[in-house]
């Protein structure tokens, strides 16, 4: 059914396959561009990852004006607000981000600080209250392939002072480009590969079931499953598997589109705040919430997961399920796969694993109702909701 209005945006173009790094420079050159601060993290400059981007670029005739690689795992407004020093300092005309979602997040932040031509982050906090301002040229090469933050309108940002994530969206943070090459994942170790990737299909089920879904992100959210299913687990058996790579590259990208356009629910809500009070790494916060909370939407909600069993399982099991069943079986197809993956590579089932203290469990709650993506979850969730799904998921 269409609803009755939506709104879809997706104007990032997208640069994939063999040697997609090659292009950054035609990229940037087209977008007027000569001289690019290089963000990225200390891992990703010692494995080599970032080296890979640099020689691509001065093989193709361009080089950063500034390297800056001292990103954090989370981070947050203060190093955003450095990054800006160094970007005018250096008179670059433009951001090539080489990360995860923090980088590419980070670099968000630092194109909203030039593009609104201000010096600290938080003068523009407000969710979508920022203008266009200036063209800042922005191209991003992910090297996970799970937040999906280079086709989304979002940036999460940490308010340090506040233990908080902070939400800055705006139609104008998609990058111009995003660079998708098998290169850049085949390092990531198994469970890496596999919390990533199961963040890229809770991107895509809440992208499917929440309130602000809609034909075109529900054509990308279920065309991401049907791939994370089929070559999750080959790339975590073998991280140079590059055809498992770039399938789960083009999968994250997807469900980015997908859920920048409808937006997701509780789990994330849920998630940032494990983030932001406990320090859980996103993506072991998604595995471990998702088949909690699809559970409660479901029993909720009725059967909203239904129709996703076809590409979760297959035409096979779907047709061979009764419709009123679908839904429930969906949500044992994922947690079939959440079991395959921890034994695969230790990817954390429970909160306990993840060393989550049930102490804690109230500053999570009250946190997580404060989150906007409560706000288009499919069922309504107050404080005990949250508790009780704490509890379920601690062991």
Known sequence: ?????????????????????ENITYELKGLGASKP??????????????????????STGMEPGVIFT???????????????????????????????GSVIDTAKGVEMLISQDVKDLMELQGCESMGRGKHVPFIAVPTTSGTGSEMTLVAVIKNIEKSVKMEFISNYLLPDAAVLDPRMTETLPPKTTAST????????????????????????????????????????KDGKNRKARLAMANAS????????NSMVGMVHAIGHALGGVCKV??????TILLPYCMLYNYKKKGDIYGELLLYLEGPEVYAGTPSEKRGEEAIKSVRRLERRL????????????????????DAVARTALNDGAMLVNPAAVDYEDVIMILNQAYE
């Open 1 to 21: 059914m269409l609803p009755l209005y939506y709104e879809f945006q997706n104007s990032t173009k997208i640069l994939s396959g063999k040697n997609a790094l």
């Open 37 to 58: 601060i290089l963000l990225s993290d200390k891992v990703l400059e010692k494995i080599g990852s970032l080296q890979k981007v640099i020689d691509a670029m001065v």
């Open 70 to 100: 001292d990103i954090p795992a989370d981070s947050s407004v203060t190093v955003v607000n450095q990054i800006g020093e160094k970007y005018k300092e250096g008179g670059c005309d433009s951001i090539v981000a080489v990360g995860g």
């Open 197 to 236: 990737g199961f963040d890229a299909l809770c991107h895509a089920i809440e992208a499917f079931s929440c309130n602000q879904k809609n034909p075109l992100s529900d054509a990308y959210a279920t065309a991401a499953i049907k791939l994370i299913v089929e070559n999750l687990e080959d790339a975590v």
């Open 253 to 260: 990208t997807m469900a980015g589109a997908a859920f920048s």
């Open 281 to 286: 790494p996103h993506g072991d916060a998604m």
């Open 342 to 361: 921890h034994k695969m590579s230790g990817l954390p089932m429970t909160l306990q694993e993840a060393h989550v203290d049930k102490k804690d469990f």
